[in-house]
DNA sequence: TAGGCCATCTGGTCCT
DNA sequence: AGGACCAGATGGCCTA
């Protein structure tokens, strides 16, 4: 695949994070930063802002490449935090479990075949939020109670496993929009992901029909003879471009009779 | 320390 | 009935 990756190479070897915010993804903060690669101006200073070099967390290298492991995002901050460490919702109490495993497809921490509910709720913590209206914190009759407790264990693995898929999904979205892939720039947030992926498709588009003015001028120029592609040009790595004149070809073979001399000599599709 | 971002829990709603 | 989806609430982590 193509790289489209913008670095702010004016920086060394020094980590730069870069700042994520609605104007990182504003249609107009795109520029084409090389022949090769799309990016985005982030004004005079690409770091203003994020030139936290000190981050623990990058000098740890918490900022890997991110794929869709869950054992291994564990242990990026702000990422797949370990059940044991973050809200501690309704059942979880960080003493309670001090070796959970982190969500990995496998193991469900939170899953009530594994442990069993009632364990979970022996030790709850005594500073679990109480949610009004909440009939787990009524206590009814046991079985009723356990059978309960064991429904809702298993919606919130449901739940849980719904919004990994779903970070999942972002994480592959970041993989294919330009930004800087790099372990010490921090990962776009879900929200910056969002808009720079359809400010990135805006751009597409737009890129798109803009060559296919040019190819309708270019046809014009010609004087309606269809385009000749120059020998030696390989239209392999513009698949549209060979596909666009293949049905001007058409179209031309259609109307008159074949001319070969106006025949692309370099496509090779 | 405030604010941003995130994971998780939870109850409600809709659909199959 | 069970599952998917959604939004609100809560608390942890990180950075400026």
Request: overall charge positive; aromatic content about 6%.
């Amino acid at each position: 695949m193509k790289s489209f990756e913008y670095e702010s190479s004016s920086e060394g070897d020094e980590p730069t994070v870069l700042p994520i915010s609605r104007a990182v993804v504003e249609p107009s903060q795109w520029l084409k930063t090389s022949a090769s690669g799309w990016g985005w101006q982030t004004g005079a200073n690409p770091s203003v802002g994020g030139t936290s070099t000190s981050s623990s967390a990058i000098n740890q290298g918490s900022y890997p490449s991110f794929h869709s492991n869950h054992g291994e995002e564990s242990q990026i901050p702000g990422r797949r935090t370990p059940l044991g460490t973050v809200g501690l919702g309704g059942f979880y109490f960080q003493g309670c479990s001090p070796n959970l495993p982190s969500h990995s497809g496998q193991s469900d921490e939170n899953n009530p075949d594994q442990g069993g509910p009632s364990q979970n709720i022996s030790c709850r913590s005594p500073q679990s939020r109480a949610v009004p209206g909440n009939s787990q914190n009524t206590l009814p009759t046991k079985g009723k109670n356990r059978q309960g407790k064991t429904v809702r264990l298993n919606i919130n693995a449901r739940e849980r496993r719904r919004m990994h898929d779903l970070n999942d999904a972002l994480d592959e979205l970041r993989a294919v929009i330009p930004y800087a892939h790099s372990p010490s720039v921090r990962k776009l947030s879900k929200i910056a992901t969002l808009l720079l992926a359809k400010n990135y498709i805006l751009m597409q588009a737009n890129a798109l029909e803009e060559m296919r003015r040019l190819i309708a001028y270019l046809q014009g120029t010609a004087g309606g003879a269809p385009i000749v592609v120059p020998p030696g040009f390989d239209l392999q790595g513009f698949p549209a471009a060979a596909k666009f004149l293949q049905q001007q070809q058409a179209m031309q073979n259609e109307s008159g009779p074949p001319n070969d001399s106006a025949r692309p000599s370099g496509s090779n599709m």
